[in-house]
């Protein structure tokens, strides 16, 4: 799928918001991307992911890792392409884990799946579960990088299906604020 192919499906769907947002980062945003208006839609699903399973067909991965929530989708059906195993990692106290009797073999090739990336923060304690169960991060692959780039992941390369520059804000420093254009907070803890 070409980057214009996943931008209009997702613009279909309903999945890019235009508004005022709080993101899970607490920055804020005149653009939301609501992943799951896309990842309702199975057959849409199994097309974003085949792109993404496509483009590493040849690295040689034996288990796709994403986190709750929708990394557990994209992993399984990122994997279901690959036709490897797909696993998540979960959040216990505040730290990402591995429950559930998930474990890696020592030097397990492993692909990272998220949906939608503004700074990456999830992404890295993914990675480093990984690393701490012995596997071996080859790569991260995203739905939706809307970091403009900013997002790396030291020596893991990253793939976006989409890149969106997208410029969020410091709630102090927001001029959607300024302008008094009422917050909306989504996401699991949202609309």
């Not at 480093?128 to 939706?144: H, T």
């Amino acid at each position: 799928m070409t980057e214009k192919e996943v931008y209009d499906l997702l613009v279909e769907t309903g999945a890019i918001m235009k508004g005022h947002f709080l993101l899970t980062s607490g920055r804020h945003s005149q653009y939301y991307v609501e992943k799951f208006r896309v990842l309702e839609h199975p057959k849409y699903t199994e097309k974003l992911c085949q792109a993404i399973a496509e483009h590493f067909k040849d690295a040689q991965i034996e288990t796709v890792v994403g986190p709750v929530t929708g990394g557990i989708i994209l992993a399984h059906e990122t994997g279901k392409a690959l036709g490897t195993r797909a696993i998540f990692t979960e959040r216990v106290d505040g730290k990402m884990t591995f429950r559930r009797g998930f474990n890696l073999h020592e030097g397990e090739r492993v692909l990272i799946v998220e949906d939608v990336v503004t700074t990456g923060g999830s992404v890295r304690e993914v990675i480093d579960v990984v690393k701490n169960f012995g596997g071996v991060p080859v790569a991260v692959a995203m739905l939706v990088d809307r970091s403009g780039g900013k997002a790396t992941f030291d020596d893991v390369p990253n793939y976006a299906l989409l890149h969106m520059d997208v410029e969020t804000y410091e709630p102090e420093n927001c001029p959607l604020c300024a302008e008094g254009k009422p917050l909306t907070k989504r996401g699991s803890t949202g609309k």
